[in-house]
C-alpha cells in the first residue's frame, strides 16, 4: 500500500511539472505559421502563407497594396489591430491582433477584393459613407 501511494504521488508530481512547464513558460501564442508576435501585418499573395509576403508596420498609415498584392491578399496574419480596406465599392473589415487566415481570397473572401490596409481600427474617417 506504502509502494502503491508513492508511485501514485511520483505520478501526480510528474504530471504537475509537466502541465506547469507548458502553461506557465509564457510560449508565445502561434498565429499563422508564425509564432512571433511582431507589431506588423503580414500579406502573402498565396494561399497558406507561400508565395511573397508584404510587411506593413503600424507607423506606415493607409497604404494601398502593391499591385502584387491587389485584390490578392491570399493570407496573411496580424501582430496589430487593423482595417482592411476596399474603397470602391466601399468594404472594410476590422482585424484584431493575433487574427489570420490561411485562404483569405478563397470564394467570395474579402483578400480576393482587399486594395489597402490602415492600423487602427475602422472608422468613418478612414473610409467615409458616400
Known amino acids: 500500500m506504502f509502494k502503491q501511494s508513492l508511485a501514485l504521488i ?3 508530481a510528474l504530471l504537475i511539472s509537466f502541465v506547469s512547464a ?3 513558460t509564457g510560449a508565445p501564442v502561434e498565429m499563422g505559421n508564425d509564432p512571433s508576435l511582431a507589431p506588423i501585418v503580414k500579406i502573402w499573395n498565396s494561399w ?5 509576403v508584404f510587411d506593413y508596420n503600424s507607423t506606415d498609415g493607409y497604404v494601398q497594396l502593391p ?3 491587389f485584390n ?3 493570407s496573411f496574419q496580424t ?5 482592411f480596406i476596399k474603397f470602391h465599392p466601399r468594404e472594410q473589415y476590422q482585424m484584431r491582433a493575433g487574427d489570420f487566415h490561411r485562404n483569405y481570397a478563397a470564394s467570395s473572401n474579402f483578400g480576393g477584393r ?3 490596409l490602415y492600423a487602427g ?6 473610409c467615409p459613407l458616400k
Open 10 to 12: 511520483a505520478i501526480c
Open 22 to 24: 507548458a502553461d506557465v
Open 48 to 52: 497558406d502563407f507561400k508565395g511573397s
Open 67 to 69: 499591385n502584387e498584392f
Open 72 to 74: 490578392k491578399a491570399e
Open 79 to 83: 501582430g496589430i489591430d487593423v482595417c
Open 114 to 116: 482587399m486594395d489597402g
Open 121 to 126: 481600427s475602422c472608422t468613418e474617417s478612414i
